[in-house]
C-alpha cells in the first residue's frame, strides 16, 4: 500500500533530481486531513477526501514553490523541516489528533468490509495507479523531466517549462501520499504518528536508491523486497528488543550493496593520465 | 522591422558589469558572427537574451514584441533556439527522444507547422547523418556527433532565429565543414543566426556582419572584412597589433 507514495516520490526525487525529503509531509497531511474529518468530526468520506485534495495540493505548491526558490541542498533541509514541523503539530494538536495516541477506529467503506475485499481494493487502486506511473513515465511528462533533470537550462531552451512540469511532478507525489494514506489505515483500523517519523523517509529513499533512481518497475521490485524484509523480520525468532536494531543493520546493508552496485554512477572513476 | 532587437542592455553580478549598454539589430536571413576574447560577455549576452539571466536595464524585442522579461522556455516557444558552449544533449535518452522531446516542447501551432512529428525525427536524425544510431542513448555518441544532433535538433524544430555557442569547439576539421554547411543551409533556407566563435576565418565565410565585444561593450560591428583587417580586433585577441 506504500507503492503510490513511493512511485510519487520517485518520480520527484528519481527522475527529477529534485532533493526533496518532503514525501512523508503530504503523508501526514493526507493521512489526518481525512481521517480526523471523517472519524472525529464525522465528516462524509467524499468531503474528506476533498479536503485531503486540497490541502495535499496546497502543500506541495507551498514544496514547488520552495524548490524554485532555494538551492537543492536548501531545498532538502527546508523539506525534512516542513515534514518535522507537520509531525510536530500532529503530536501536539492533541484536541484534534489525539497525538500520539493515534485516531483508533477507523472504519472500511461498507463494501468493502471484510479483509479479502479490502485487500482487493487496495490491490486494484495500487494497479491503476502504477499504469498511470508508467503513463507519464514514458510519454511527454517523463521525457521533459528526465530533460531537466540532466541539462535544466537545455531543457527549457527547448521549451520547456520547468516551473510546470516540477509542480506537477510534486502534485502527483502528494497525490501518491493521499492514495496510500487513504487506504493504509481502513486497513489496519488506525492512524498512528508512529508510522510518520523520519525513518519511514528513510525507507521510501533506501527504495528509490536500491531500485534505481526514476526507473519505474526497478522501485516496485525494490518496495516488495524491502517491505517483504521490513515486515518479515517480525516473524524471526528474535528478542523484541533486538528486532528493531537488525531492521536497522539489515537496511544499512542493504543501503550500501545498492549504493556500491551504482559506485559508478555515483562516484564515477577519476579519469588520469 | 528587424527580427531581433537589443537596446541598450546591461548585466551585473554584483559591482561587477558584464554587460554595457548593448544595442544592436538583427534583420531576418541575417547571420551575424559575435567575437571577442573570453571574458568579454559573449556567453553571458546569450544568456541575456534567451532569458537565463535578467538584464539590469534596456530591453529586447523579437519581432517588435518586448521579451524582456519572458522566461526561457516561452522564449523558445516564440522560436529563439540555443546550441549551448557544452553540448545540450540528454545522454540517458535515444536520439529519437532527444529530437522529440524538443518537437514535443514546441507551441501548438509549431506543432502542427511541422506535421508528423515521427517523420521530423527521421528527417532530423538522417540530417545529421546518425539515423543508424536512432534507437542508441545519446551518451554513447562521439563529441562532434553529439554536436551534430544538437544542432540538426535545433534547427529543425521550427525557430526562427539561433544562438550558435562556439558551434565548432572541439570538433575535427571534418566536422567543422558539416556544421558550416549546416548553418549555410539555415541561412539558405532564410533563417537568422547569431554565432560565437573564436575561429575568424570561419566566421568570414558563413557571416554576413561580425560584432566584436570586448570588457561587455561593443566595440566594432561591421562586415567580416573589415573587422578582421581592423587594429582593434588584432588588439583586443593578440594585445597587440603583430604587424608592427
Known sequence: MILPTVLGFNLVFGKGKILHFGQEAFAIVAAYSVWVAVVRYQIPFGIGLGLGLGLVVLVALLLAWLSFRLEADGFGVMSIALHLVFLA??????????????????????????LEAYTLLCILVVIVWVVFILWLDRGKFGRNLSALAEHPWHAQSLGINRKRIHTIAFIIAALGALTSNVLLPPYIHILTPNDYGFPAMILFVMIVVSGGPGRVWGVIAATFILMFLKEGIRFVALPPDMIGPVRLMLFGIILFVAVWWRRDSIFPQERKI | MPILSVSGLSFSIGDH???????????????????????????????????????????????????????????????????????????????????????????KDQRGELGDLKEVVKGTLEMAGLTQFAKQKAGSLSGGQM??????????????????????????????????????????????ALVIEHDLPFIGKICDKVIVLDVGEIVLHGKPSEVQKSKELQEIYFGADPTT
Not at chain 2, 549598454?21 to 544568456?47: A, R, W
Open chain 2, 147 to 192: 554536436r551534430l544532433l544538437e544542432m540538426s535538433r535545433t534547427f529543425k524544430t521550427g525557430k526562427d532565429l539561433f544562438l550558435l555557442d562556439e558551434p565548432t569547439a572541439g570538433v575535427s576539421p571534418k566536422m567543422t565543414h558539416q556544421i558550416s554547411d549546416l548553418i549555410t543551409g539555415l541561412k539558405k533556407s532564410g533563417k537568422t
Open chain 1, 89 to 114: 503539530v500532529v503530536l501536539n494538536w492533541q484536541s484534534v489528533t489525539r497525538g500520539s495516541l493515534g485516531i483508533p477506529k477507523i472504519p472500511r467503506w461498507e463494501l468493502f468490509q471484510s
Open chain 2, 17 to 107: 558589469q558584464i554587460l554595457k549598454n548593448i544595442s544592436f539589430d538583427v534583420d531576418e536571413g541575417e547571420v551575424i558572427g559575435l567575437i571577442g576574447p573570453n571574458g568579454s560577455g559573449k556567453t553571458t549576452l546569450f544568456n541575456v537574451l534567451s532569458g537565463f539571466l535578467k538584464p539590469i536595464s534596456g530591453t529586447v524585442h523579437l519581432r517588435g514584441k518586448d521579451i524582456t522579461r519572458a522566461i526561457p522556455s516561452k522564449r523558445a516557444q516564440m522560436g529563439i533556439g540555443r546550441v549551448f558552449q557544452n553540448f545540450g544533449i540528454f545522454r540517458e535518452m535515444t536520439l529519437e527522444e532527444n529530437v522529440l522531446v524538443a518537437l514535443e516542447s514546441l507551441s
